[in-house]
């Protein structure tokens, strides 16, 4: 049966390694956006100023700070994979992801989710997946990149406008 002109469907069978690499997939989105590195280069720059002044035991907590900042989400990345396998990304499983005109279907072993295309605050692949920023409620949606085909991906771009002002590089 030929889907209808607009439709497209995906099919992503889960193996051991999966729920790892959305994960990780995670992590980096969050570690690449601009709410977490402008706080951590924040931190370093008034690290450096302090450093060298009476200061100085400022600039050492910045320092520890900083280090947590950037050694948490890895720690926390095995319970992130194990929470995934919870959640649809169990071996063995199947993710099915239906695109029509104004929205998106992710269908796993434990439920449903629908999203409008109007929902997509933000598109990004990184490491063999897609990390789709969704509001309300500002969450992050993972998929192996295999369920976001090119024939959908401008479906996807952000219709709204970003929060925040996006960095643009030269």
């Known amino acids: 049966m030929t889907p209808p ?13 999966t729920a ?12 690449t956006s601009a709410s977490f590195l402008v706080p951590l280069a924040t931190l370093a720059l008034g690290g450096l100023l302090c450093a060298g002044t009476v ?15 950037l050694g948490a989400p890895f720690v926390r ?7 995934l396998q919870a959640h649809g990304f ?6 099915a992801v239906d695109y029509d005109e104004t929205a998106f279907t992710v269908t ?16 990004r692949y990184l490491l063999g997946g897609a990390g789709i920023r969704i509001v309300p409620g500002s969450y992050l949606l993972v998929l192996p990149a295999a369920l976001v085909p090119a024939e959908v991906r401008e479906r996807l771009r952000p219709s709204a406008p ?9």
């Open 5 to 17: 002109a607009g439709r497209v469907h995906r099919e992503f069978a889960v193996t051991r390694e």
């Open 20 to 31: 790892r690499q959305m994960a990780r997939v995670a992590v980096r989105y969050r570690m």
């Open 55 to 69: 200061l100085w035991p400022l600039a050492g907590m910045a320092a520890v700070v900083i280090v947590t900042m």
């Open 77 to 83: 990345m095995g319970r992130l994979a194990t929470t």
């Open 90 to 95: 169990a071996p063995g499983t199947t993710i």
């Open 108 to 123: 796993t072993s434990v439920g449903t989710s629908l999203h409008e295309y109007a929902q997509v605050r933000r598109l």
């Open 162 to 170: 970003p929060v925040g002002p996006e960095p643009t590089l030269p």
